[in-house]
């Protein structure tokens, strides 16, 4: 493949030359590139691979690495690439970054189109696929933009130089489906960019009626995990382990709720009484394909903490939350019919009552009839004026 120069949409893409390794060790420097990235730092290799690895892929037509500037500026904005590209199936992936100083302009959205514009001319490709870690909440945005299919998420298959295998999303291209520069956000897209903003950060901390919070869990928390997924109770209407342990509760806790989070697939926290101490879980779950509208909640007490209503305010909070800051249409709630205290904590929270789903959920090792409740932002509203009328 011969050089490549592009000049489009106010950017000009091309090969890196000897002048350009400084600013673009120092771009792919920045934390917020190598936490996503796999680019080197020192000096040395980044100008091995801007100078000598990255002509030589183009050179044998298996990759394209391609330094973003401004047309008029001559700034470094980014990278732009196609890797694995393949002839015979006609097909390549793209991949971008963004220089700190650029973000908010959009460079990685347009450079990629003008790049996978090209691929599909030039290069005769039928389909362009995408790669990036979960979590990676902007670069999934940018390829939604671009008209990219999300297909799921992909097992890792190789270990990051900081010894990490993290799991990437993936999507498709058909050239048919590659956007037009300036189209604004559909609904879903627009909706998908607000949720990004939330689960590209932290978990926030919730605060609640009577001094209630929700928070992430931390190992001081463990203990008291522990000792309320033993509990007969928690047994009983739940479908936690029996035997509960430390590593049991480190591993949901402080694994994978945090990775939940990162994928932006619920919203899990701990319930801290007005001392900061354990009382409880309260999960939000956003677990409805092709309804981003929907969630349903879960939720456990610690046993010294029942009956003190800290787990019906942390419900009211997180549901209000859900409903403003995740644009939710819809919280369901299910519990295993029998399950008293559990229907209490809903009922008070606004939830309405839908009916009994037979056989609806499994534990441990048969299925059993539950009940259902649902709750709508109205619920809230009129359950929050009831309390300001009394």
């Not at 203990?223 to 509990?231: E, L």
């Not at 001392?275 to 956003?286: H, K, S, T």
Request: net charge neutral.
């Amino acid at each position: 493949m011969e050089p490549v120069e592009i000049i489009s949409d106010g950017l000009r893409l091309r090969d890196w030359v000897p002048e350009d390794v400084d600013a673009l060790n120092r771009e792919a420097s920045h934390p917020s590139v190598q936490r996503w990235s796999a680019l080197p730092t020192d000096p040395a290799a980044t100008a091995d691979f801007a100078l000598r690895e990255a002509p030589a892929k183009r050179a044998a037509g298996t990759a394209l690495h391609l330094g973003v500037f401004g047309a008029a500026s001559g700034a470094l904005l980014g990278a732009v690439a196609l890797h694995n590209i393949t002839p015979s199936r006609g097909y390549a992936e793209v991949g971008f970054w963004v220089a700190a100083g650029a973000r908010g302009e959009r460079v990685a959205e347009r450079a990629a189109r003008v790049l996978l514009g090209w691929a599909f001319t030039e290069l005769g490709l039928g389909l362009a696929g995408w790669r990036a870690m979960v979590g990676n909440h902007a670069s999934r945005i940018t390829a939604l933009r671009l008209g990219f299919t999300m297909e799921g998420t992909g097992r890792a298959q190789r270990l990051r130089p900081d010894g990490e295998r993290p799991d990437r999303w993936a999507g498709s291209l058909l050239p048919s489906a590659l956007t037009r520069p300036g189209l604004l956000d559909t609904p879903e897209i627009a909706l998908a960019a607000r949720r990004a903003r939330v689960f590209g950060g932290p978990r926030p901390v919730l605060t609640g009626p009577g001094g209630v919070r929700l928070r992430a869990a931390e190992e001081r928390d463990l203990p008291a995990i522990v000792a309320t997924c033993r509990d007969p109770e928690t047994l009983r209407w739940t479908t936690v382990p029996e035997n509960y342990t430390l590593a049991d509760a480190a591993g949901f806790s402080l694994g994978y709720q945090p990775a939940q989070w990162t994928a932006g697939t619920a919203a899990m926290f701990v319930i801290a009484d007005p001392d900061d101490a354990y009382a409880g879980n309260m999960d939000l779950r956003l677990s409805r394909p092709g309804d981003p509208l929907f969630a349903d909640v879960g939720y456990s007490a610690a046993p010294g903490a029942r009956g003190r209503g800290y787990t019906t305010a942390a419900l009211r909070t997180i549901c209000a939350w859900g409903f403003e800051t995740l644009d939710l249409e819809r919280i369901e709630w299910l519990a295993h019919v029998g399950n008293d205290a559990s229907r209490r904590v809903a009922e008070k929270a606004g939830f309405v009552a839908e009916g009994v789903r037979r056989a609806g959920l499994p534990h441990r090792g048969e299925r059993r009839d539950v009940w259902a409740a649902g709750l709508v932002p109205d619920d809230l509203r009129a359950v929050a004026a009831q309390g300001n009328a009394s």
